[in-house]
């Protein structure tokens, strides 16, 4: 295990290469992290998924630059070549390269230097983690990142959620599943064992683990936010840093520092962001859950100890007050996260001390709930430097202990001399037997990656839901666990809310095994159509109900809910419609309601935003129109700009031929531009089985703008040749989205349709229902997805290879090549309007090589195979070069960069 110099140190002056210099003389700022060993080592690593993902947590990050000398890098997995551009045409990797240098300059407003893209392709916009995880390619990410780890030796690791949330972006998740992944990988040597044997790399344990997933509610704007939070599980740790902190050194707020940084992101749309509050006291905290941690730590229980924006740090990079030593580790740990009333479970304590110091006369004092029972007090007696010592105690539940609900048992180490420090262990608290509504499969996808990772405190934050039609019904499984050590029997009771009902009240099963797992079944369906859908339905659009569960041990109940989405009959009409623009009064069979806001600000009137939909079917075609009421129209784009529809006025059409598709890649989604540069509308395909332009003759679409402009109308024709696969006709998934933009800068402000949830437009499970009666529709072979993969690689990008030139840490996640067949750079000079640069090659490859200016952008560039010997390259056309960077792919394997000043 590599082990580094990191004990408490006083700095005088912190150079930072950002915008951050020397700290305030604060009491907190004499506690200091040691200068780094190596250049490319960090203290903190935010891994992401795209640019711009760790933006919301940039005042946190600056802060702790400044304040303790805090060294943060972020590993961005793509450089987010799905996203929009509102500042020109450019797409795929030139776009990637643009979204890279905005990364750049918003997180060097914090201090933050290092960025490690990861080259994998931001494909598009999808809610769904096991599409990313196929697509990028999960275990080659993966490896990516225990590389980037082991290289950059962080302390800590921080991500986003984890969760498969409604509306949370699939990358987003994929990014934090291998964050999580990378966390106990890393140390592993087991894991990417040739890392270690051919890359001389070596095993190396970050020690706490953050995701941005911190749940709760009530917190107040002010220096005290981080004290309000009531959480939603009062067992997590959740640690505020509160905005409001003025820097010293540029007399602004670190809120100010984060927003400045988010207008960089100026293809996004960011540039217009306005400014934050200028008083401190209506500012919030950033807050995150920590998932795990390998050392002593503070309480996150939002007390006021823990609200200093160093507790987070503490036991990892900075010594807590009257702490154990840095580098003493404390873990608490089990192997049965569940627990019922009155059962037991082991669990293991480690103390290991750090390398340099020994401990005498180690202790630990267990804390239990009310109730429970274990053995409370431990003693290690002493440690050796680097020795570790673990002890296990046996937990017994309390007998009537609450069930579904997580208990928290902890630890307090003290040792000769009196420092402390703190661990704690979850525990789900379950009942005999346990009745869950049937999870959305990647919510039971996501249950299976916590369970096999060993993170079960993850799961249980997404709220069981299930969908079904307006009107109409579904079965709704009701899934039961044992988890006593004896069979049981028993009933289970659905009550549901006013408007539903099922095929019977309850259900009986009986010797279920322990451990064992079973299903009951019940059709429960609407019989009040006249309830709302949506997100206007229940409690955003949640009707929650109950699960009540019996067995010989007793009773336990569950609240999952469910979700109405909207439904219509789509008749054949009698004729053909016209596509033309123009809605004849009965060329449609179902007209459906599409001014529903599900993001973006609220239409402030119907002339400003509100819109109906017409749908028919004529053979084996399908039909639609929607009727737009806009008061301005957005941004007129070229023809050959007919893409990211988001970012001005336009449509969107979404079929599921089936209605059953996990994500979009294997659905139909249509985007329609009422007008264009060149007159007239255009199409496209966007995020689905097929995404790119339109070639099919047989897809017809037309517009009309109301003149004076009041808003559009657009018509089209969809062959149900042309889906991805043969529909379902009674139940085809099927929506219609507004995108309404009332500016000319490239970006949108509403977004209104017919089924609506926040993120809906990646999450077909949540689309209408359609039933076409009297239909055999046409067999249409099921057609794989076609995955947008160009994405930019960071050989072509000098601003990586100027950074892996500076940190040592290679391109892209990969390996170095070895000395013996990689090339560097010797010396380059200016030869008129050109340079030229000398490279000694050791082994052949080929050389990407950038002329850059001052401020890092490239001004010329060349792409050579070389064979070994000392070569010339002349880059021609490098007027204002001022360095030449070189990133060099060897054909033996791994890549190297250099960069040199031009002479």
Known sequence: MRLRGKATAVVGALLVAGTLAAPPATADSQRHVAPPDNPGDLDVLFVGAHPDDESGRLSMFGEWRERFGVKTGVVTVTRGEGGGNAVGPEEGP???????????????????????????VD??????????????????????????????????????????????????QEASLLAAEAYYAAGDPSRFPGQIRKEGLEPYAPKKLFSSGARGTGSSPGANCATTLQPDNPADDIYGVWSGRRSATQDKTYAQIERESQREYASQGWAGFPDVDPDPAKLGCDFMYQVDSRVPFVRGDLTAEAASSATMLEGAVLQEHGG????????MSTEQFEVTPGGSSDVRISLTAPAKTALKNAAANVRLPDGWKAKKKVTFGDLKKGQTKQRTVTVTAAADAATNERALVSANVSVKGGQRGYTNQQFEVAPAVTGTQDLLPRVETFHEWADTTGVPQLKGTVKPVQTLPSGGSRTIGVDLHNSSDGAQSGEVSIDLPDGFEADAASKSYSDLAAGESTTVEFEVTNTDDSLPTSNEGGEAGDYAYSIETTSDAGTSTTEPALELVPATTIEESSAAPEVDGEIGSDEYTAEIDLSRVWEGDACESADDCSATGYVTRNGDDLYYAVDVMDDELGTVLAQSDCKRHWRTDSLEVAIDPDGRSENTSSTFKQLVLPTTEEGGPCTARDADNQQGPIDNPDIEVASKLKEPFTGYVIEGKIPASALPSTVDPEHLGLNMFIYDSDTQDKTGQTRIGWSTWGGVQGDPYRWGIANLPDWTPPEVETQDPVIPLDALESLDSPQSIAQAARTGVALSGGPQARKATSATLVNAKRSGKAVVARVKVRGAGKAHLFAVDADGQAVASVRKALKPGVRTVRIPKAKGAVRVVLGYDAKAGGTTSTAVKVR
């Open 94 to 120: 030139a776009l990637g390269l643009i979204r890279e240098a905005e990364e750049r300059r918003a997180v060097g407003h914090s201090g933050v230097t290092d960025v490690y893209n990861l080259d994998k």
């Open 123 to 172: 494909f598009y916009y999808s809610v769904s983690e096991p599409l990313h995880r196929e697509t990028w390619g999960h275990n080659d990410s993966l490896g990516k990142v225990v590389r980037v780890i082991r290289e950059t030796t962080p302390d800590i690791i921080m991500t986003m959620d984890t969760a498969p949330s409604p509306g949370n972006h699939g990358g987003h």
């Open 324 to 331: 154990l030593p840095l580098g003493t580790q404390l873990d």
